[in-house]
Structure formats: structure tokens, C-alpha cells
T-cell receptor
Framework: AQKVTQAQTEISVVEKEDVTLDCVYETRDTTYYLFWYKQPPSGELVFLIR??????QNEISGRYSWNFQKSTSSFNFTITASQVVDSAVYFCARYSTQGGSEKLVFGKGTKLTVNP | NAGVMQNPRHLVRRRGQEARLRCSPM?????VYWYRQLPEEGLKFMVYLQKENIIDESGMPKERFSAEFPKEGPSILRIQQVVRGDSAAYFCASSPEDRGIGETQYFGPGTRLLVL
């Protein structure tokens, strides 16, 4: 199976530190899509970003930035100047059309705790 | 525009009972996906439906589980004769009717099923 690996199970930082969450994906597709979702303690899943394989430009949205590197099959997520409200589980996912269907394949998530 | 709605948010069942989980997609969305999140795990795809059609149920257990998305009304995930191992969070996601490949899936708040 073409996996998504988030090697960091848990990360703990102090407020205002920068933190990077790693995501490595496997795919045999030439065209593919990658996503990040946030799951705060309240439990819902919040969409953060969608990236297609054609666009290797890094993306910045406020304190969030994403580094897409096709050469290393990585799609890492950095939070700058972290805040307590950033505490959540973050999931990286890859869109899959395996078997003619459409589904998201998720990593196991990285639990980020930002301490005051 | 209301988001994806799921109810109930929490459901407690005793072993052997039936669980019915409901999902109303976002307005204008006709593609529905169900995912299961076991404790401390990422999300795993279960089933992909369009109106009145099951497109892919490869992730759904063959027995006791069924899903439907009727022409009118919400999508239903039904678990018969629940067992303790069914305890999990069940998330529904939807994507637009008129969409391209790799379209973003927007998630509901989930239903937390606890089997006693």
C-alpha cells in the first residue's frame, strides 16, 4: 500500500517556538494531491491545505507554512511562533484513486502540545 | 453555508445492539465518504457513496456494516450487532458535485460510538 508516514508521534514545545511536523508519502502516481488537517481537542477535523504535485512552490498562510519537496517525497508543515491554540493532532493525507475509487490515505498523526 | 452535519455526536450502545450514524453533506455536495478513527490512530477509509450508489466499499467490514446515501435525506452508516471493537469515532466527509480530481473533502464533527 502507498503509505503516508508521520514519524513524529508527539511533539511538545513552549509557546512562541517554531515547530515543524514531518510528512513523507509514497506514491506511484505522476499526479497526486496532498492535504493537511488539524484535529483540535474538541475532535472535529479542520482542513488546512491542499497541494497538487504540479505545484512545488512553498505556501505560507499567516503563521503556517508548507514545504513540498518531490525529490524526497515530503510535505512538511511548519508553525511559526506557536501558540497554545495550535495544540492539536495534525494529520497529513494523500489522495488516492486506487481501485478506481477516491479516498484519502492518512498518516497516523502528530500530536502537538504547545505549553504556555 | 452549513458544514457537514453528523448526528448523533455521541452514541452509546450495548453489545448486540444496532448503531445508526447519520451524515448530511454540505450544500451542493453529492459525494460522501465515511472514515473510522480508532483510538490513537489515524483515519481509515470505509466507504465512498454518491446519491443512491455505493462507489467503493473496500474499507468497510464485510459483515455487520452497511452504508447508504438515498436520493432524499442523509447518508446512513449502519452497524448491526455492535461489538466493543466497533468503539471509535466515525467521520463523514463530502466533496462538491461538480469537482475535479483530488478535490478537498470537508469533514463533519464525527460521531463517537461507545460500545459497552
Amino acid at each position: 500500500a502507498q503509505k503516508v508516514t508521520q514519524a513524529q508521534t508527539e511533539i511538545s514545545v513552549v509557546e512562541k517556538e517554531d515547530v515543524t511536523l514531518d510528512c513523507v508519502y509514497e506514491t506511484r502516481d505522476t499526479t497526486y494531491y496532498l492535504f493537511w488537517y488539524k484535529q483540535p481537542p474538541s475532535g472535529e477535523l479542520v482542513f488546512l491545505i491542499r497541494r497538487n504535485s504540479f505545484d512545488e512552490q512553498n505556501e505560507i498562510s499567516g503563521r503556517y507554512s508548507w514545504n513540498f519537496q518531490k525529490s524526497t517525497s515530503s510535505f512538511n508543515f511548519t508553525i511559526t511562533a506557536s501558540q497554545v491554540v495550535d495544540s492539536a493532532v495534525y494529520f497529513c493525507a494523500r489522495y488516492s484513486t486506487q481501485g478506481g475509487s477516491e479516498k484519502l490515505v492518512f498518516g497516523k498523526g502528530t500530536k502537538l502540545t504547545v505549553n504556555p | 453555508n452549513a458544514g457537514v452535519m453528523q448526528n448523533p455526536r455521541h452514541l452509546v450502545r450495548r453489545r448486540g445492539q444496532e448503531a445508526r450514524l447519520r451524515c448530511s453533506p454540505m450544500k451542493g455536495h453529492s459525494h460522501v465518504y465515511w472514515y473510522r478513527q480508532l483510538p490513537e490512530e489515524g483515519l481509515k477509509f470505509m466507504v465512498y457513496l454518491q446519491k443512491e450508489n455505493i462507489i467503493d466499499e473496500s474499507g468497510m467490514p464485510k459483515e455487520r456494516f452497511s452504508a447508504e446515501f438515498p436520493k432524499e435525506g442523509p447518508s446512513i452508516l449502519r452497524i448491526q450487532q455492535v461489538v466493543r471493537g466497533d468503539s471509535a469515532a466515525y467521520f463523514c466527509a463530502s466533496s462538491p458535485e461538480d469537482r475535479g480530481i483530488g478535490e478537498t473533502q470537508y469533514f463533519g464533527p464525527g460521531t463517537r460510538l461507545l460500545v459497552l
